[in-house]
């Protein structure tokens, strides 16, 4: 299949699983795994809902990851039916739907994930009762402010100018992190707009670039010239 459909697959169907992680969060994901020390870069990933525009996926190899195993359904790999041979962990922003298949299906294999979740995981007791059971292995990894994510409208796929409506987290399984609840610090680019064509490519769009310009930086480069 053709760069187009991997695209689709990736960032259009129309659900309220289609909202997909920004080159920031994955980037600020990435770089706080790798100050902390927590996954080493020959570590085998597994991205099982990712294809190569995925942002995380991008981020990792970006950064020197380069043992990643991308599945994803376009391919006809469904995660609750495949396996790859070889893998260590799972880092993803999976589906937020059917959360009781996801958790299950993760906590099967007994291996390391980071994943994405919502506040709308706490409104699910057999999510929680998960948690409870492996207590002592879960941690989060807090955001300090509201995700922004990127969804498809009018041909272009662009982050929301706004946060989302609810507040998300990374959820982690057998990484040592130091403490369960870690502040995740904001790297200065949460206001930033991404603005793709239907291939994954940047387009400039001065008109909708203008909410993230930094205006104070501009002003101080203006009275050094």
């Known amino acids: 299949m053709g760069t187009n ?23 600020k994901l990435v ?25 995380i996926y991008q981020s990792l190899k970006e950064k020197g990851f380069t043992n990643l195993i991308l599945t994803n359904l376009e ?11 070889e893998w260590d962990m799972i880092i993803t922003n999976p589906p937020f739907s059917n959360r009781n ?15 994405l979740q919502g506040t709308q995981m706490w409104n699910n007791c057999n999510a929680v009762n998960y948690l409870c059971k492996y207590d002592g292995e879960i941690a989060f990894l807090l955001p300090e402010r509201r995700m922004r994510f990127m969804t498809e409208k009018d041909g272009r796929v662009h982050t929301h100018r706004t946060g989302a ?7 982690t399984y057998k990484i040592s992190w130091g403490g369960v609840f870690i502040r995740l610090l904001d790297n200065g680019r ?15 769009d001065n008109h909708f670039n203008l909410f993230s310009f930094n205006w104070k930086e501009q002003g101080n480069n203006d009275n050094n010239e």
Not at 5 to 27: G, I, P
Not at 165 to 171: E, V
Not at 190 to 203: A, M, Q, R, S
Request: contains cysteine; hydrophobic residues 40%; negative net charge.
């Open 5 to 27: 459909k991997a695209f689709y697959q990736l960032y259009l169907l129309k659900d309220n699983n289609e909202a997909y992680t920004t080159k920031c969060e994955s980037d």
């Open 31 to 55: 770089d706080f795994i790798i100050e902390r020390k927590a996954i080493p870069f020959n570590t085998k990933i597994w991205l099982p809902f990712d294809t190569k525009l995925s942002r």
């Open 75 to 85: 391919n006809g790999e469904d995660f609750y039916l495949i396996e790859p041979k």
């Open 101 to 115: 298949q996801l958790f299950h299906r993760l906590f099967s294999f007994g291996k390391p994930f980071i994943i």
């Open 165 to 171: 409506s609810f507040y998300s987290f990374w959820l």
């Open 190 to 204: 949460e206001k930033e707009l991404e603005i793709l064509d239907l291939n994954g490519n940047p387009i400039l």
